[in-house]
């Protein structure tokens, strides 16, 4: 099984300042067939189930905002959040569909400092 | 606009049954690979169990194969999780989720039901 593990575990950042997530795969995401890497971002907020912010690691779902951004490629992810606001607060998960299992990441808690 | 509504969830003892049910509706539903996904109290998120469009196919994660089964229906354009032989550790918010076509991911998913397994 591919394991997905993000860092930090947490992370307080001041509004309007840059957020960071890194996740990072036990093994490549990257399919050679389509050169597409087969992980996505998701957000949760409390109470809710999570939304898809990413997919193909870097293509922006419809209506996400764009000071959210994806990137990386093979076994090394980032999700930068390039000007935190009030209701960015939420956990963030990755999840790779390579192949099977899909696993996600633990989750990144992000809070406002 | 999509819409998929979770139904089914409770209290079970451990060793019991229940089944999901998850009800989809503002897309052609037939043309969808569907998935669930947990999450235990405080937990992080797991997948256990996605289906082909057809029904054809279908996938579980380790924790669940030979406990659990997904089916769909694609006329009452419904997916369901039948889950025998409850634990304990399968206490958990299940969610239905949509894999979007192509190489996105899963792009809808419903509000979630809780499963409870306890004496």
């Known amino acids: 099984d591919i394991v997905m593990t993000q860092s930090p575990d947490s992370l307080a950042v001041s509004l309007g300042e840059r957020a960071t997530i890194n996740c990072k795969s036990s093994q490549s995401v990257l399919y050679s067939s389509d050169n597409k890497n087969y992980l996505a971002w998701y957000q949760q907020k409390p109470g809710q189930p999570p939304k898809l912010l990413f997919y193909w690691a870097s293509t922006r779902e419809s209506g996400v905002p764009d000071r959210f951004s994806g990137s990386g490629s093979g076994t090394d992810f980032t999700l930068t959040i390039s000007s935190l606001q009030a209701e960015d607060v939420a956990v963030y998960y990755c999840q790779h569909y390579y192949n099977i299992p899909w696993t996600f990441g633990q989750g990144t808690r992000v809070e406002i400092k | 606009q999509v819409q998929l509504v979770e139904s089914g969830g409770g209290l079970v003892k451990p060793g019991g049954s229940l089944r999901l049910s998850c009800a989809a509706s503002?897309?052609?539903?037939?043309?969808?690979?569907m998935s669930w996904i947990r999450q235990a109290p405080g937990k992080g998120l797991e997948w256990i169990s996605y289906?082909?469009?057809?029904?054809?196919?279908?996938y579980y994660a380790d924790s669940v194969k030979g406990r659990f089964t997904i089916s769909r229906d694609n006329v009452e354009t419904s997916v369901y999780l039948q889950m025998n032989s409850l634990r304990v550790e399968d206490t958990a918010v299940y969610y239905c989720?949509?894999?979007?076509?192509?190489?996105?991911?899963?792009?809808?998913w419903g509000q979630g039901a809780l499963v409870t397994v306890s004496s």
């Open positions: 503002g897309f052609t539903f037939s043309d969808y690979y």
């Open positions: 989720a949509r894999k979007g076509q192509g190489g996105s991911g899963l792009d809808y």
């Open positions: 289906i082909r469009p057809s029904g054809s196919g279908t």
